[in-house]
């Protein structure tokens, strides 16, 4: 008799889904919270759990596993767009699918060479979750070098923003540039430069003072930019709070503010947003309100 192990499982798949989850939200560049990715990834996990354990049927194990998807996408996506809810839907099975059949077949390796098996007594499930841990850390490695390879670059744009935070909003144009490949180090969210009077306008410090201020001690990031040979350390802020504005449509997106006092102004504008950060959304805006002729 074959022994299951829910602990195990249910922490196999709480991953998976977590990883694809937020590598798909982080590819369409959809701003959602740990939070939402972390209660997602539970209902994906009880559900693969409940569906191992009680249900038989495979019409409502269809059933089941599409109202369950359709579900974690609708949490972690809460105010985004129908047409970018089943771009990420489509993103999270592809990416699921590498990273269960990724676990799959290392284990399958892993028990044809080493005898290593879920099958094993209960002492052994530590050396499992170790395993399992590597297997997931290859995987993230071959992620990120994959949409590192395949970055898409376009010309310059002027697309129209706000920031909405503590009951205020500021409203700004920002010049989109291709070229600005800045992210932080650390999950690669784009970073958006601002002008001195911009950045104190929108959050009542400057770049110097958000050290010590206990408001956005949480929110603190430290961006590393190449500058004439050199690497230079910037301070900034990260935030869900900015919105992409196209006629009477806006949608949220995240990244990280870093004031830049070296100029004024970019091109004539206040802010330089990098097209990976609004990509998505305004290639959704297009998909919608293109016509034929």
């Known amino acids: 008799m074959k022994t299951f192990y829910v602990d195990i499982y249910f922490l196999i798949n709480f991953t998976v889904d977590y990883l694809a989850l937020c590598f798909s939200t982080t590819f369409l560049k959809i701003s959602s919270s740990v939070k939402r990715l972390f209660i997602a990834s539970i209902v994906g996990s009880l559900y693969a759990i409940a569906a191992v354990l009680f249900i038989d049927n495979p019409i409502y194990m269809i059933f089941a596993s599409v109202f369950t998807i359709i579900s974690m996408i609708y949490i972690v996506s809460f105010g985004v767009t129908f047409f970018?809810?089943?771009?990420?839907?489509?993103?999270?099975?592809?990416?699921?699918?590498?990273?269960?059949?990724?676990?799959?077949?290392?284990?399958?390796?892993?028990?044809?060479?080493?005898?290593?098996?879920?099958?094993?007594?209960?002492?052994?499930?530590?050396?499992?979750?170790?395993?399992?841990?590597?297997?997931?850390?290859?995987?993230?490695?071959?992620?990120?070098?994959?949409?590192?390879l395949f970055h898409t670059t376009i010309s310059e744009k002027v697309v129209s923003a706000e920031y909405i935070a503590s009951?205020?909003?500021?409203?700004?144009?920002?010049?989109?540039?291709?070229?600005?490949?800045?992210?932080?180090?650390?999950?690669?969210?784009?970073?958006?430069?601002?002008?001195?009077?911009?950045?104190?306008?929108?959050?009542?410090?400057?770049?110097?003072?958000?050290?010590?201020?206990?408001?956005?001690?949480?929110?603190?990031?430290?961006?590393?930019?190449?500058?004439?040979?050199?690497?230079?350390?910037?301070?900034?802020?990260?935030?869900?709070?900015?919105?992409?504005?196209?006629?009477?449509?806006?949608?949220?997106?995240?990244?990280?503010?870093?004031?830049?006092?070296?100029?004024?102004n970019f091109g004539g504008y206040k802010a330089l947003i990098p097209f990976s950060a609004v990509e998505e959304v305004l290639y959704g805006f297009n998909k919608k309100t293109c016509k034929k002729d």
């Open 84 to 148: 970018r809810k089943i771009k990420l839907m489509i993103l999270f099975i592809v990416f699921q699918l590498f990273f269960g059949g990724a676990a799959y077949y290392g284990f399958c390796f892993l028990e044809e060479n080493l005898g290593i098996s879920f099958e094993e007594p209960s002492t052994h499930a530590n050396r499992n979750i170790i395993i399992i841990s590597i297997i997931i850390l290859l995987a993230i490695a071959l992620i990120k070098l994959i949409m590192n």
């Open 167 to 264: 009951g205020t909003a500021v409203k700004f144009d920002g010049l989109i540039d291709s070229g600005n490949l800045v992210c932080d180090p650390i999950d690669s969210t784009p970073v958006v430069f601002l002008s001195r009077d911009l950045f104190l306008k929108m959050f009542g410090v400057d770049d110097e003072m958000i050290v010590n201020s206990q408001r956005y001690k949480k929110y603190l990031r430290i961006i590393p930019v190449r500058q004439n040979g050199g690497v230079k350390l910037y301070y900034g802020i990260k935030s869900n709070n900015l919105f992409v504005i196209n006629k009477d449509r806006k949608e949220k997106i995240s990244v990280v503010f870093v004031m830049n006092k070296e100029v004024h």
